[in-house]
């Protein structure tokens, strides 16, 4: 889950989460390696989106409204037990309630209620699709995943890849047959970490796949 939650109380002015969601896109932007420029205008997808602060910060700066979320956490009943990986809806709703009426409308629109391995658009319709810390429970599903999102859009960008799970990416891009692909990894985050016991040096990098030719 994401570590870095919106303003809490009741009473937030909206100005001091405009101020929060500015902050998450600065750190989106960083991690994986995009400016403003880089987004703006563009038609984008984020899988897993949580409490689609992505898209909720992009509207909000006015770098684009053409953002959707992908979330199918946001399925489940009220009350009823998430599915394993999924985040808990309440939790998601969390921000939608503090956003002013005219971004939470655009975020909603804007909102695809579905697995990113099987998503209900046509193909190519996105520029970027971005999928920050989205769980996978098998090599297959990791495959399908890849493939869904390199059907939906032209570069597909992943975070973060660490020593954990880059293996996985690597051999699930190997099984994909159907689709060349420009694979490219670049690190965007690097920082040495004080831990029980020393300093742990992290790295930490973004998956972009491109279709090749
Ligand atoms: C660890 S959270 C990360 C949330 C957010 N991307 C972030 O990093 O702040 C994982 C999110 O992926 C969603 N998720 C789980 N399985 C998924 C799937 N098969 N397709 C798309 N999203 C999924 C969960 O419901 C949850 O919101």
Excluded: C
């Excluded at 984020?46 to 006015?62: C, H, K, M, W, Y």
């Excluded at 409308?105 to 391995?117: L, N, Q, S, W």
């Excluded at 690190?187 to 029980?196: A, I, K, L, V």
């Amino acid at each position: 889950m994401p570590e870095r939650f919106p303003p809490s109380t009741p009473e937030t002015p909206e100005n001091e989460t405009t101020r929060w969601l500015g902050e998450e896109l600065k750190h989106y932007e960083e991690i994986f390696s995009f400016s403003d420029e880089d987004l703006r205008s563009k038609r984008i997808l984020e899988i897993g989106a949580f409490d689609r602060r992505f898209a909720a910060a992009l509207v909000s700066a006015n770098v684009s409204t053409e953002v959707f979320s992908l979330e199918p956490a946001l399925a489940v009943e009220s009350g009823a037990e998430p599915k394993k990986g999924y985040a808990r809806k309440d939790i998601l709703m969390r921000l939608m309630d503090r956003l002013p009426e005219k971004i939470r409308d655009e975020v909603e629109k804007h909102t695809i209620v579905a697995e990113a391995e099987a998503i209900p658009v046509a193909d190519g319709i996105y520029d970027l699709v971005i999928g920050k810390s989205v769980p996978y429970s098998s090599h297959k599903q990791l495959a399908k995943r890849i493939i869904e999102l390199l059907r939906v859009g032209r570069d597909v960008r992943f975070y973060p890849i660490t020593s954990d799970n880059r293996g996985d990416y690597e051999s699930a891009i190997r099984t994909i047959k159907s689709t060349p692909v420009i694979i490219e990894y670049k690190t965007t985050t690097e920082d040495d970490m004080p831990m029980d016991g020393g300093i742990v040096h992290i790295k930490e990098d973004v998956l972009i796949l491109r279709k090749g030719s």
